[in-house]
Nanobody, 127 residues
Framework: QVQLVESGGGLVQAGGSLRLSCAIS????????MGWFRQAPGKEREFVAT????????YYADSVKGRFTISRDNTKNTMYLQMSALKPEDTAVYYC????????????????????WGQGTQVTVSS
């Protein structure tokens, strides 16, 4: 397992933007597929986006497609989630996750595929 630390959450008005970051410890960052999940109060954790180890392949939940962009910088051991056109329903705690694989795709839209998780960062979108 690796250590993950999210940052960048906060309060934003509807229609605004935020960028989340996820810093990962360890020297094998480029061997991990990464994902973002979120959990709103009273709801189950849901998939947001995933990116493969090289950063060349991404996959998104339909609810965020076209508004959110997942990316990574393997030289900085950091993954990002650029969120635009935010809606009140995007309000949640956002978690980053990692799994030791070079692959990516719908298979990795399930939380149990990941074995390392960050502590979460709160995103609140006001209407």
């Amino acid at each position: 397992q690796v250590q993950l630390v999210e940052s960048g959450g906060g309060l934003v008005q509807a229609g605004g933007s935020l960028r989340l970051s996820c810093a990962i410890s360890g020297r094998t960052f480029n061997s991990y597929a990464m994902g973002w999940f979120r959990q709103a109060p009273g709801k189950e954790r849901e998939f947001v986006a995933t990116i493969n180890s090289s950063g060349g392949r991404t996959y998104y939940a339909d609810s965020v497609k076209g508004r959110f962009t997942i990316s990574r910088d393997n030289t900085k051991n950091t993954m990002y989630l650029q969120m635009s056109a935010l809606k009140p329903e995007d309000t949640a705690v956002y978690y980053c996750a990692a799994t030791p694989t070079v692959y990516n795709g719908p298979y990795y839209s399930t939380a149990r595929r990941y074995d390392s998780w960050g502590q979460g960062t709160q995103v609140t979108v006001s209407s």
